[in-house]
């Protein structure tokens, strides 16, 4: 018990009463305020895309940013809140080799890639949708499949523009194209440029950076890319780098001559001194396999000299691409009608058939590496007579047909005066596994983002086109176990998004775009074959662009709010053609 002296104890009781009176009159304490915000993601596995393992924190959304990371079951309140059950909140995945940039234009919401938890598809891998002269929108609108559309743009940043002002579901953005800016001031010719040619050709990636583009990129394996020699190449480049750009290529063989296309690309770096990439590291046919044990070795030791190459893969042992892939380049100097035109003179055709039989040329021919007509499967061609043919081999069409593979081949691309959508069955599961495990991989689809409705059910497609990110997280990760489940986020959103310098993208913490992908690491999986590709992949939940929920309950919304993400030399205004 407590003992006071009387003077003591009065004064205790008169500050007691005082007190009293006090809080009587003041009133009860006020309620401390609570933050308000548009979203609320709770109860999730927090991922933030630097390669960090998960945390258990509520993630606060206002207008299209992350604005706080609460600790769970934190005071707050919002618009919309989403109980995550558990499951993973990453940043919304990017695909660094997006062919998009027509599916779009058909469908903005962008289906297939949006369901596996996309927010972000990069286009320019050799071509881009801009700049253009008259006479490539001409030719643009004439070899058009399809999917048609009247080409109201120019340049690339025109193009771009177009799209976010049509409405599309993910943010875009793109390369300039090699063989782009060639065709502009050059042609399809197989020539090679003054230097007057090569500095026009410079400034049109300069006005491209402006306009922000993330770098230059090629595909040296089709003509008119194939006609570039390293020179030119590396002037464009350099033109890039200047405002920070960088350079990604489809190199010039993933074959017989994969190493020293890759000795090309390392050369391109250390001249340009910035970040430059290999397109979908593979390599094409059985007897070229062991080179990507060595391909690897080469870009480890590159690094180590400290050139920044990285490379980009899809999930797939089969490549897709055109039937005139099987060609000879020299056949497409000039052009499409140019080819065309040889493959219907009897003393060339003999001569190109007697090349398709080679497989010493220096040229890629995919049939050979394909390894026989049976791994050579259509998937899209352009004129109704021929779609029938779409899901047969070219073993299956020349039996048909009772015409050798070489003469179906040529036969097919001029009928259906077009390249013929074609996969290739060229790699070893053994090296897709192997390209994933490096720490410098990110994934690029090298496909459309369709749908299995509308215009899409015209023509077939790779599976990779619906299921890419998913077979990584549910095959490779999950039951592979090639590397732990925030390593692979990691390669799909914060590498990318360092390697190409997009900034506030491809994070999750205060400050960045809210580009949210919710997925069950125990459930995300592919469904895509090569005979039934147009089928969803399943697992993601929720996703948000730009703090838009595009996806509910695994279903679209219908919203669009997708932007333009602009590359390092944006200047915020439409910059003046050269």
């Avoid at 390599?283 to 990285?310: F, H, Y």
């Avoid at 890419?468 to 732990?484: C, D, I, S, T």
């Avoid at 948000?544 to 993400?565: D, I, M, S, W």
Wanted: glycine share 10%; hydrophobic share 40%; aromatic share 6%.
């Amino acid at each position: 018990m407590l003992h006071l002296k009387p003077v003591a104890a009065a004064a205790a009781l008169a500050v007691a009463l005082s007190t009293v009176m006090l809080s009587a009159c003041s009133g009860p304490e006020p309620a401390r305020e609570v933050a308000q915000y548009d979203l609320l993601i709770r109860n999730g596995q927090v991922f933030d895309g630097s390669g960090a393992p998960a945390r258990r924190v509520d993630v606060a959304v206002r207008g299209d940013r992350v604005v706080a990371l609460l600790a769970p079951g934190a005071p707050a309140k919002a618009t919309r809140e989403i109980d995550a059950h558990g499951h993973a909140v990453a940043p919304g995945f990017i695909n660094v080799l997006s062919w998009a940039t027509e599916s779009l234009i058909a469908d903005g919401r962008g289906q297939s890639d949006t369901r596996q938890g996309v927010t972000l598809e990069i286009f320019g891998e050799g071509w881009s949708m801009g700049p253009l002269t008259p006479a490539m929108k001409t030719e643009a609108v004439k070899q058009q499949g399809d999917i048609r559309y009247p080409i109201e743009w120019t340049t690339l940043g025109e193009y771009l523009d177009y799209l976010q002002h049509r409405g599309i579901t993910p943010n875009v953005a793109s390369f300039v194209g090699a063989a782009t800016v060639r065709i502009h001031e050059l042609g399809e010719a197989d020539v090679q440029p003054d230097a007057q040619q090569l500095a026009r050709m410079q400034d049109q990636v300069r006005l491209a950076m402006r306009e922000g583009a993330l770098g230059v990129g090629g595909s040296l394996i089709y003509p008119p890319g194939f006609y570039a020699r390293t020179d030119e190449l590396i002037a464009l480049s350099k033109a890039a780098a200047e405002s920070g750009g960088g350079y990604v290529a489809h190199m010039r063989s993933e074959a017989n001559g994969m190493l020293e296309a890759l000795d090309e690309t390392i050369a391109i770096g250390r001249a340009s001194g910035r970040h430059v990439e290999v397109y979908h590291l593979k390599a094409a046919g059985q007897g070229n396999w062991p080179k990507m044990a060595q391909a690897i070795e080469r870009i480890d030791a590159a690094r180590g000299q400290g050139v920044d190459i990285a490379a980009n893969m899809y999930a797939y042992t089969a490549g897709a691409t055109g039937l005139d892939a099987s060609l000879p380049p020299w056949v497409q100097d000039g052009g499409h009608d140019a080819m065309i035109k040889r493959l219907k003179d009897p003393a060339t055709r003999a001569r190109i058939i007697a090349e398709m039989k080679r497989s010493d040329g220096d040229w890629e021919n995919l049939r050979l590496q394909a390894g026989s007509p049976e791994r050579v499967l259509f998937i899209g061609f352009k004129s109704d007579k021929l779609k029938p043919l779409t899901g047969l081999t070219l073993a299956d069409v020349a039996k048909r047909r009772g015409t050798s593979p070489e003469d179906t081949a040529i036969d097919l691309i001029v009928e259906d005066d077009s390249r013929v959508d074609t996969a290739y069955f060229l790699m070893s599961e053994d090296n897709v596994a192997l390209g994933l495990r490096q720490p410098w991989v990110s994934l690029g689809s090298d496909a459309e983002s369709s749908a299995p409705e509308g215009v899409f059910l015209k023509s077939s497609t790779h599976p990779r086109a619906y299921g890419n990110v998913a077979r990584f997280l549910g095959h490779y990760v999950r039951e592979q176990k090639l590397m732990p489940l925030e390593q692979a986020i990691f390669r799909l959103t914060g590498l990318p998004a360092r390697n190409w310098k997009l900034k506030d993208r491809g994070c999750l913490a205060v400050g960045c775009f809210a580009d949210i992908a919710v997925f069950d690491p125990a459930a995300i999986a592919d469904h895509s074959t090569y005979d039934k590709p147009q089928q969803y992949a399943t697992g993601v939940s929720d996703v948000f662009v730009n703090g838009v929920q595009v996806l509910g309950g695994g279903e679209h919304t219908g919203a669009k709010p997708g932007r333009v993400v602009r590359g390092p030399g944006w200047k915020g205004t439409a910059p003046a053609q050269p």
